[in-house]
């Protein structure tokens, strides 16, 4: 009995301990329900910044990183019009009452009662700052949190502060928020300059910002500011005959750009980036001049002339390709000796809030089409696995992708070009050898090498990807592709895109942690693409002669396309710029055969030119340690007799030799299905070529099928109409040219073709297979 009587003592102590516990969790969970809340505690850390461009002409003020125009004043920099005529409006009696202004709420009790409705509010600043600071639901148990919330503001705040924060909160139409940015936004003055007009329409719009919206309702906030001028009266801050001149007088509203005068989007990302909320940040707090309770003044690399007329002309050519559904664009300009971001254009109208203007067409992840290849070139030819004189084939291919369907790259004209040297296929934009050179590659490779560039958003596996990967299967953003650009205009020296000045020398991309600072290896490599690049007769195959890519000064130029026209990219520079450009749109619907050259490349065409204009630029250095030697251009081999157009074309040294040696070129059997299209070939134009069947292919033949499974005999190369087919040394009759159908029978056999003094030989076998197939003409190809 004692035993029990000890465990109900135990278990009542334990269950008292536990009761306590829960208690004290309960008590300190409810603390900040009922503790004061005092003016640090809601401090607006966001404060505004004002931009300057390079030249320190003004960009923009009153940016903050969620894009909304906020400033933060104290009171005694408000002016005076502005306080009086808000007290007026929003509540009268703020000094003389707490949280609660009892009389209003008698008052508009018996104004419902008596009309059924709802006729006046009778919430007080405090209340309305409470709503500001923690939104509820308009309902009853939400008036409560905001009638609690208001008395914990009372507690720990004087009225002034309550003020203070209140209308540093104010929701004064679109994102703007505060006195101060209201003013500088819409006149361009501090707070403190308002006059009565100005400060009386101001008070005006908190009371409903869309529908006294001073760009879209005027006469609505005209009216508006009237009751809040009667309102003034009635409080005895003005008079009446002061009310009535003041409501007269005409107020001009500056449009809405004149906010911000250049580069938004810019701004808004950089205001982000630099994050302001973090005053104890050194690193940040260099790019600001002033104290942080000052107008903060950032001196960025803008151009603003240059970002002005980049804006121009991003209007101009939408307009002029509108008909092909085409909306949006954006561009960047950089300087290549110093990495200074000088133009960032997102949209074409980022205030157009109906066309999506507010996108950021730099971060925009898209599809980025062929731009990414010459990185793959760069990288094949920095491990050997091709060289300046390869022959890569542009024929068609096919890839196994388990799960998936065959893939098949072609380009978007669906024609093969087949043997082709690694310049014309970059420089043509090629599809097949980019995607043959990745397979050398390998796709885990090249992306860590797209990660060493800086395309961090290229976080997918590789098998994610595949070898659609240097097509452009990624989504990348314009900043990135332009950076890893300005890598290749500086030889691989890559180096961190810089936005701002400061003592620190703080860049944009070491904020965001971007590790380009370092050099990439063999700048031989990189000084040939780029001259790939920049070769007009190299790409004419694709792009004509007199192309809009085509400048009357050195330039190295990449062009992209996304599947069903949704992107087009041109990437390009000068030894001193590099200039990004993207066309399409944000809504991602497709533009009305739009390519690359055709979208984007007029809009780089214009920069390029204006960025040019009174001094052109320097030429890229040559390829060092290469040597320049003669090749039949469409062979690329040592010249003959029967080549018709030569060029010089870059080798190694130690490939000299072998271009010197044997002069032929046989083309293996990757080529055949191109050939059999072919009408006529220059590299095979004096030799016959059997194209089917393949030396050592195996065929089945099936019991009974004998003399009924037919396999065909085909040819390239033949000028005359004279052709004689031999197998197993018995001469077939036939009366065909190129081509023939022969029975197959059980044996190896040797087929021979021959036309005057050429001739060609291949050897297959067919079987007799074991078990009857379903279908007929089944056979095993093995090659």
């Not at 008596?114 to 006046?120: C, E, F, N, Y």
């Not at 810019?266 to 980036?273: E, H, I, K, R, V």
């Not at 290849?373 to 094949?380: D, G, I, R, T, W």
């Amino acid at each position: 009995m004692k035993l029990i009587l000890r465990s109900l003592l135990k278990l009542k102590r334990t269950s008292k301990v536990i009761l306590a516990v829960l208690l004290i969790c309960l008590v300190v969970r409810l603390i900040p329900y009922f503790a004061a809340i005092r003016a640090a505690d809601i401090a607006q850390n966001q404060l505004a910044m004002q931009f300057s461009d390079r030249n320190n002409l003004p960009l923009g003020t009153l940016l903050t990183r969620d894009q909304e125009h906020t400033s933060v004043v104290p009171l005694n920099q408000v002016s005076p019009q502005f306080i009086h005529a808000i007290l007026a409006a929003e509540d009268g009696s703020f000094y003389h009452h707490g949280a609660l202004d009892m009389k209003a709420v008698i008052r508009a009790s018996q104004e419902a009662i008596h009309a059924k409705r709802i006729v006046s509010g009778a919430s007080t600043i405090t209340m309305q700052l409470a709503r500001m600071l923690d939104p509820v639901p308009r309902s009853f148990s939400g008036k409560m949190q905001e009638i609690w919330l208001s008395w914990r503001l009372v507690a720990g705040m004087n009225k002034d502060e309550i003020l203070a924060a209140y209308i540093n909160r104010l929701p004064m139409g679109g994102n703007i928020y505060g006195v101060e940015a209201a003013a500088r936004t819409y006149f361009s003055i501090p707070a403190s300059d308002l006059n009565l007009a100005q400060a009386s329409l101001l008070a005006a719009i908190p009371n409903n910002p869309t529908y006294f919206n001073p760009y879209e309702h005027s006469e609505r906030l005209k009216q508006r500011q009237k009751y809040v001028l009667n309102r003034m009266v009635q409080e005895k801050y003005i008079s009446g005959a002061i009310a009535q001149r003041t409501s007269a007088e005409k107020v001009v509203f500056q449009s809405r750009q004149r906010g911000i005068i250049a580069a938004p989007h810019f701004l808004f990302w950089l205001a982000n980036q630099i994050t302001p909320s973090l005053p104890h940040n050194n690193k940040n707090k260099a790019l600001f001049k002033g104290g942080w309770g000052d107008q903060s003044v950032i001196r960025t690399t803008i151009n603003r002339p240059l970002q002005q007329f980049v804006e121009a002309q991003i209007q101009q050519v939408i307009s002029s390709i509108a008909a092909n559904n085409v909306h949006d664009a954006a561009a960047l300009v950089i300087d290549n000796h110093t990495g200074e971001v000088l133009t960032y254009v997102g949209s074409p109208d980022y205030f157009n809030e109906a066309k999506l203007g507010r996108n950021d067409g730099v971060q925009a992840l898209r599809q980025p089409g062929s731009t990414l290849k010459p990185f793959v070139y760069e990288l094949a030819l920095e491990k050997g696995l091709i060289r300046p004189s390869t022959i890569l084939a542009d024929v068609p291919a096919h890839y196994a992708i388990p799960g998936a369907k065959l893939y098949s790259p072609t380009d978007y004209t669906e024609r093969f070009l087949g043997p082709v040297r690694v310049r014309i296929a970059l420089a043509n934009s090629l599809n097949v050898p980019a995607v043959r050179v990745l397979e050398k590659v390998g796709v885990e490779t090249f992306l860590e090498r797209l990660h060493q560039l800086g395309f961090e958003h290229l976080n997918q596996t590789p098998e994610h990807y595949g070898l659609g990967l240097t097509l452009g299967s990624g989504e990348v953003s314009l900043w990135e592709l332009a950076r890893a650009y300005v890598t290749m205009a500086r030889e691989g020296d890559a180096t961190p895109l810089v936005s701002t000045f400061s003592n620190s020398s703080i860049s944009t991309d070491d904020m965001n942690r971007v590790s380009t600072n370092y050099p990439l290896p063999n700048r031989t490599i990189w000084q040939l693409i780029t001259n790939i690049l920049s070769d007009s007769h190299a790409r004419a195959t694709a792009f004509g002669v007199d192309s809009v890519l085509n400048l009357p000064f050195p330039t190295a130029v990449k062009t992209g396309t996304s599947s069903n026209f949704r992107d087009t990219w041109t990437v390009g520079f000068t030894t001193d710029y590099t200039v990004a450009t993207w066309v399409g749109n944000f809504n991602g619907e497709p533009m009305r055969q739009v390519s690359g050259v055709t979208g984007a490349a007029p809009l780089w065409n214009r920069i390029m030119l204006h960025l040019h204009e009174h001094q052109e630029p320097a030429d890229f250095p040559s390829p060092e340690g290469l040597v320049q030697l003669p090749v039949c251009a469409i062979s690329g081999l040592r010249p003959t007799s029967n080549c018709t157009s030569v060029v010089q074309e870059y080798f190694y040294p130690e490939d000299k030799i072998a271009y010197e040696g044997d002069n032929q070129f046989n083309l293996p059997s990757e080529y055949d299905e191109w050939l059999v299209k072919q009408q006529q070939s220059s590299f095979i134009s004096n030799k016959l070529r059997i194209l089917s069947p393949h030396r050592g292919d195996l065929f089945l033949v099936y019991p009974g099928e004998e003399g009924k499974q037919k396999l065909e005999f085909k040819l390239t190369g033949n000028k005359s109409a004279t052709v004689e087919w031999w197998l197993n040394g018995e001469k077939l009759e036939t009366n065909s040219a190129n081509s023939l159908f022969w029975n197959l029978r059980p044996g190896k056999w040797t087929l021979e073709a021959r036309s005057g003094e050429m001739s060609d030989k291949v050897s297959f076998q067919v079987e007799l297979a074991n078990i009857k197939p379903t279908r007929r003409g089944f056979s095993i190809k093995n090659s």
